[in-house]
């Protein structure tokens, strides 16, 4: 039996995760800023088996709002093995393309928020030596592309932030995960074309909850975006600017 928080718990990759994890038993202290969906969502968990499902409403924006956070998680499930963090929001490139407050505002959300919860975790779970930190990136942070270079750049630092936690942390026995889904049909993309490469929150949600048991790393969601994303990283700069993908 685990005992984990969810930051972003009505998205839904994180619900579909959720329903993984209540579906052995596992204790969850969901976190999300809408409270009628958090009380759906735990009351859903509760009937498909969680051992015990607490919420709380915070604004991942409010940096002020972390530490008591933790402080509440830890104290409604006597302790905490496992996070996910999984909040964020998909930007509109063109939009912020035309406007400085609204592209450091989507960073704010997508990356700076989750490097301050990084950060915090990091620090308690290092002391204790033991625990397993997982966060959604993307595989938009692999190289910026015209499309949503925005948003791939808040996931880039995502990543890398992640990759030196997960090298500071190894020694204390604290467990990393960077997940790295590609396209996935959510409300959030409900007004992208669906194509063969798209996969469902259900598919995303099991490769964390193995990704979280089998002991880090950076986990490409599905694992054919790790091949995919390897040949755009090679095409050469000259060659990629000419190009849209």
Known sequence: MKKILIVGAISAIAEATARVWAQQGDYLFLVARDAQKLAVLAEDLRVRGAGRVETYVMDANDYAAHAPMLDAAEQALQGLDTVLIAHGVLPDQAACEQSVELTLRQIDTNALSVVGLLT??????????????????????????????????????????????????????????????????????????????????????????????????????????????????????????????
Do not use: H
């Open 120 to 245: 915090l975790l990091a620090n308690r779970f290092e002391q204790r030596k033991a625990g397993v930190i997982a966060v959604i990136s993307s595989v938009a942070g692999d190289r910026g592309r015209a499309s949503n270079y925005v948003y791939g750049s808040a996931k880039a630092l995502v990543s890398e932030f992640a990759s030196g936690l997960r090298q500071r942390l190894a020694a204390s026995g604290v467990t990393v995960v960077t997940i790295k889904p590609g396209f996935v049909d959510t409300p959030m993309t409900a007004s992208f074309k669906k194509g063969p490469l798209w996969a469902k929150p259900e598919k995303i949600a099991a490769i964390i909850a193995k990704a979280c048991d089998s002991g880090g790393g950076a986990v490409y969601a599905p694992w054919f975006w790790f091949y995919i994303m390897a040949i755009i990283k090679l095409i050469p700069e000259f060659v990629f600017g000419k190009i849209k993908i």
